[in-house]
């Protein structure tokens, strides 16, 4: 018994030191791409596309629902992008606020089709279009609610008028050089690119002056906080590097950029998928894979959009155990990929590390800590070998969650405050300490049966200020 727990606390432990290992080569990876000199980031590149009427034409589509309270503002900021061949789309999923009201009265809309056609892809029924008197790339679609961000989406991709559509989230606010950076990336690597991701951090502690950041800053909020840690690994650290190997198997639902052609060739979005952002980029890549054409994913970690994250323990702890959920069904529907050469480095790479490290993981690591503490109280471990593995684990952790704090600072300029950088680095230890295995619990929890709906958001609002 004794030669079997111990046996099976190597295998634990060896698999988190597989699992910090492959961090760290993302990271070195991810530090080679934002040093690389690419379109993204070189500002010749940019100004070009600015002013350019001659740059292929975007549509950024915002499927809301209740978003009276921050809705204007993302419009404004999609509106103020510096890109010159943009169309805006807002598709109202039902909403029962004055979501439509404040949109009709912000921007002067007027219904200009009474019966639309619904398009290629089926969605649900479309009560009427708007198009804005004052802003006419300004379009607002008022539809039959289907309580999925899919069907919305998808009802933006069929109006859509361009080759490139950007499925975001109605809540944020972008940088005004977020499509300048993700374009610039399209035009220098041609047709090749199917789907273009950016980094998400929280809007929850930034100030605007109308589409204009004014002020940001670390939250002090123990839960955005912590995401903020958890997001700055992801889209800085993991992410940049999964992308430079050509093994990127999700683009964030909440912001990408798709060639419109490849999204109508696999139907859009599943309607009532939990990860329907990481299984519409699967479906991409896997049909671009099955008719044989080479493709590219592209993560562009300098352009930033903000969102706003959970800020309490119970909306965030619905939110991560659906997202596991919603895995488990991705691995049911793309196992495949993983042993089949045709899908290469995403399938091996890219789905292979999700399955063992966010899939398996949890459950390893659940397992772990239970033969821990059964090796300790048992007397068959003494307390400071106990001691050494919990800390060793937990600096480990902390050094490599570190990296996605110094490349913010270093590399991005998101921060600029020293009280930020101390904020940050105490979330670095709040985030291995305490959180991760709070989290680690939620993920354990998926496991077993309950709800698979969504639900709703309490939504707090983007802090303003007004201009004098």
């Not at 549509?59 to 992008?81: C, F, G, K, M, W």
């Not at 009560?127 to 802003?135: I, T």
């Not at 994913?297 to 959970?310: D, K, R």
């Not at 459950?363 to 048992?378: C, K, R």
């Amino acid at each position: 018994m004794k030669l079997a727990v111990n046996i099976f606390m190597i295998i634990c432990l060896s698999f988190t030191v597989l699992q910090y290992g492959s961090t760290l080569i993302w990271g070195t990876l991810s530090g080679r791409l934002l040093n690389r000199e690419r379109s993204g980031n070189r500002p010749l590149a940019l100004e070009k596309l600015k002013v350019d009427p001659e740059a292929p034409g975007v549509t950024i589509v915002l499927p809301a629902y209740n978003e009276e309270a921050i809705i204007v503002h993302t419009v404004r900021s999609a509106l103020d992008q510096e890109y010159a061949n943009l169309e805006i789309i807002v598709v109202n999923d039902g909403s029962k606020d004055r979501t439509m009201e404040v949109l009709i009265e912000a921007y002067d809309m007027v219904p200009f089709h009474d019966r639309p056609d619904l398009g290629r892809i089926g969605t649900k029924e479309i009560f009427s279009v708007y198009r804005s008197q004052s802003h006419q790339q300004v379009v607002v679609i008022d539809k039959a609610p289907s309580g999925a961000k899919a069907d919305n989406a998808n009802v933006g991709i069929n109006f859509a008028t361009h080759d490139w559509v950007v499925i975001m989230d109605s809540d944020e606010f972008m940088e005004k050089d977020v499509i300048a950076r993700c374009m610039a990336e399209v035009v220098e690597l041609g047709d090749e690119i199917v789907a273009v991701g950016t980094s998400l951090l929280p809007a929850n502690d930034i100030t605007i002056d109308g589409s204009d950041i004014v002020d940001r800053e670390a939250s002090r909020n123990y839960w955005v906080g912590c995401q903020l840690i958890e997001y700055l690994t992801a889209f800085l650290v993991a992410r940049p590097g999964y992308a430079h190997i050509g093994a990127l198997p999700i683009i964030s639902g909440g912001f990408g950029l798709f060639k419109r052609s490849a999204l109508l060739e696999i139907d859009g979005f599943y309607h009532g998928h939990l990860g329907e952002d990481m299984d519409l980029c699967l479906r991409l890549q896997r049909a671009e894979a099955d008719n044989g054409r080479p493709y590219r994913v592209v993560q562009v970690p300098e352009a930033i959009v903000w969102t706003e994250f959970p800020f309490t323990k119970a909306v965030l702890e619905r939110q991560r155990i659906r997202w596991h959920r919603g895995l488990r069904i991705i691995m049911d529907d793309h196992a495949d990929m993983i042993t089949h050469p045709r899908y290469g480095t995403v399938g091996s790479i890219g789905m292979g590390s999700m399955y063992v490290f966010e899939w398996i993981g949890p459950i390893l690591e659940g397992i772990g800590w239970v033969l821990l503490v059964l090796l300790l109280a048992l007397g068959w471990t003494s307390p400071a070998n106990a001691a050494a593995v919990f800390i060793t684990t937990q600096f480990v952790g902390m050094a490599l969650t570190t990296v996605g704090v110094i490349m913010a600072v270093t590399r991005l300029d998101i921060y600029r405050k020293w009280s930020d950088l101390k904020r940050m680095l105490l979330f670095t230890v709040a985030v291995n300490w305490g959180y991760r295995q709070l989290t680690l619990w939620w993920r354990l929890r998926s496991l077993l049966p309950g709800e698979t709906v969504w639900g709703e958001m309490p939504r707090a609002g983007i802090k303003t200020v007004q201009s004098t």
